[in-house]
């Protein structure tokens, strides 16, 4: 923590900063940044600003937020561009990102709807546009894997035994949403907003309206993001929301069952940097890949690390 402070004060001038769930966001007449605690350890320390991209793409979120806030929407909430540590995300050598289709209405309950955000719930009253805003919504967003996820759903830390969701995988491709070399964020395809019912419950039309707006926010978050491996679980129909080129045809990696056979598909797009980005596809029951045990995700993991290594 030392090797923190003195950072703060030879970055800012007269700084003021907070602890929240493992991080910290730091503010001063000049700037406004916010960096992992976890990672404030010699070199591992990791700054985090919030770029000109960044904010238009949380601006987007917001907008949405407003425009469909009467739609089905979860309320009290707030739009989820992503779930997941962003900079240490950046600092992975290998970049996974999840793809599911819209946030839970599990993610914010009756009883306390901000209990995984709770850094932002003194602010949900008080949305506006300015970067000190936008910095602690970041922040939120950033810290829910250091709160309370939705463990069910995400997969659970390898330190707390059985397991389920995208964890699994990740762990097979030695990733994970809560520590590590390689940390790895979730997103979602269809909108950043929790609706009451599920996806699939919600009124087609509203559901139409929502990926109109919804779908292209993704697309242009994912080309920020510029991962190297995309884990999709959802309909078929979902994969013509992808935007970027092929640079392959799909093909089977692995095949889970026989009698009713589970099978995931692994496609390859070219990213606007150029760089190949692998993309698994595999559906999704209740959970991701829910029919699946955790060892035969783990399989998957490592079969899609071997492709990358080929």
């Known amino acids: ?27 001063s007449r000049n700037k406004t940044e916010w960096l992992s605690s976890a990672q404030a350890d010699g070199d591992m320390l990791c700054p985090m600003q919030l770029d000109q991209e960044l904010s238009a793409l949380a601006k987007e979120a917001w907008r949405q937020f407003a425009v469909h806030a009467k739609e089905s ?56 546009a300015t970067d000190d805003f936008l910095n602690a919504y970041i922040l939120a967003l950033s810290s829910y894997f250091a709160v309370e996820p939705y463990k069910a759903w995400f997969g659970r830390d390898v330190s707390e035994g059985r397991n389920a969701g995208f964890e699994p995988v990740l762990r097979g491709l030695e ?19 929790a609706t009451r019912k599920k996806w699939s419950d919600v009124d087609p039309s509203v559901r139409d309206s929502m990926c109109i707006d919804g779908t292209p926010l993704w697309n242009d978050l994912i080309e920020y993001l510029d991962p190297d491996v995309m884990l999709l679980a959802g309909g078929a129909g979902y994969r013509k929301a992808i935007r970027f080129a092929t640079s392959s045809d799909r093909e089977s990696i ?10 995931f598909e692994l496609g390859k797009y070219r990213m606007p940097s150029e760089k190949i980005s692998s993309a698994v596809f595999g559906r999704s029951f209740s959970t991701p890949y829910g029919t699946v045990s955790a060892a035969d995700k783990q399989e998957l993991g490592r079969r899609i690390k071997e492709r990358l290594r080929a």
């Open 1 to 27: 923590m030392d090797v923190l402070i003195n950072w703060l004060f030879a970055q800012f001038q007269s700084p003021t900063y907070i602890m929240d769930s493992g991080y910290i966001a730091v503010s």
């Open 254 to 263: 692995m095949t889970v069952g026989i009698t009713r056979p589970f099978d």
């Open 73 to 128: 929407l979860v309320v009290p909430s707030m739009p989820i561009l992503f779930f997941g540590d962003l900079c240490a995300y950046q600092r992975s050598n290998l970049k996974v990102v999840s793809v599911g289709l819209n946030p839970s209405n599990v993610e914010f309950s009756e009883k306390d709807p901000f209990k995984r955000f709770p850094s932002f719930a003194n602010l949900a009253d008080s949305v506006d």
């Open 175 to 193: 990733s994970s949403y809560y520590r590590g070399p390689n940390v790895a964020l979730h997103t979602d395809i269809c909108c950043p907003l």
